[in-house]
């Protein structure tokens, strides 16, 4: 009977799904987006700091107001945006993947409510995710 109670515990601890948070954001499919040849498209350098700067800023965020967070952003893809030398196919890769971020960026500012600023955080985060998947320096 002991041994019966004993297994019966381990297969409910093991049939118990996994209530850990994710830590790793996964990429999002962006309709349009694709790699060059499979490989990654080469973006300029300040398009990959700005890039990385939106990334850093979505990771270590600890406000509650998306104006401030969308502000801090914003000042990222202006960046981008002033300092792009891009041309060609990369360079049209790079507005399909842009303008969904620069949406969920203009959207972040207008949030009041914490629970929508970590939805639109994740999202953008996916975003942000999705640009490394296509794009190096």
């Not at 996994?18 to 499919?29: C, Y």
């Not at 694709?34 to 600890?62: F, V």
């Not at 049209?92 to 972040?108: C, D, F, G, K, M």
Request: glycine letters at 4%; a neutral charge; proline letters at 1%.
């Amino acid at each position: 009977m002991k041994n019966s109670f004993i297994v019966f515990l381990l297969v409910l601890a093991f049939s118990c799904k996994n209530e850990t948070t994710k830590t790793d954001i996964q990429a999002l499919k962006v309709e349009g987006l694709s790699l060059n040849n499979n490989e990654k498209w080469i973006a300029n350098e300040e398009t990959h700091i700005g890039m990385n700067r939106i990334d850093s800023i979505l990771k270590t965020n600890t406000t509650s107001n998306g104006k401030i967070l969308g502000d801090a952003l914003s000042k990222q893809t202006s960046y981008i945006i002033k300092s792009c030398d891009m041309t060609g196919e990369a360079h049209n890769q790079l507005h399909v993947i842009l303008i969904p971020i620069l949406e969920e960026i203009t959207a972040i500012k207008d949030v009041e409510d914490i629970s929508t600023l970590k939805k639109k955080k994740t999202t953008l985060m996916g975003l942000t995710a999705t640009y490394f998947d296509h794009f190096k320096n």
